[in-house]
């Protein structure tokens, strides 16, 4: 089992950043890929960004230029550097951890980003 907990989210200014952090704890296997979902309500869950233990990073086109996701391997960390945020960036964002040899991921409880004047 592998538990994630997020951490970062809140209410930001449009323009400002957010950084959210992932940690994950349990049986990790090496070979696998973590990184971030969001969802708004009423629309369906959608990949923001992912990233690979050789850090080979992933992007949704919505998000490109101005969110940078990372990790650190030895401290089991995903993070999620959020700048030039939207209004349409509000959301609840998901951690996960995909286990490659299974095609199995694991979610984190979410963080709410609320991105308002």
């Known amino acids: 089992q592998v538990q994630l907990v997020e951490s970062g989210g809140g209410l930001v200014q449009p323009g400002g950043s957010l950084r959210l952090s992932c940690v994950a704890s349990?049986?990790?296997?090496?070979?696998?890929?973590m990184g971030w979902y969001r969802q708004s309500p009423g629309k369906q869950r959608e990949l923001v960004a992912s990233?690979?233990?050789?850090?080979?990073?992933n992007y949704a086109d919505s998000v490109k230029g101005r969110f940078t996701a990372s990790r650190d391997n030895a401290k089991n960390t995903v993070y999620l550097q959020m700048n030039s945020l939207k209004p349409e960036d509000t959301a609840v964002y998901y951690c996960?951890?995909?286990?490659?040899?299974?095609?199995?991921?694991?979610w984190g409880q979410g963080t709410q980003v609320t991105v308002s004047s």
């Open positions: 349990g049986s990790i296997r090496s070979s696998n890929l």
């Open positions: 990233v690979s233990s050789a850090d080979d990073t």
């Open positions: 996960y951890l995909l286990v490659l040899r299974y095609q199995y991921k694991y």
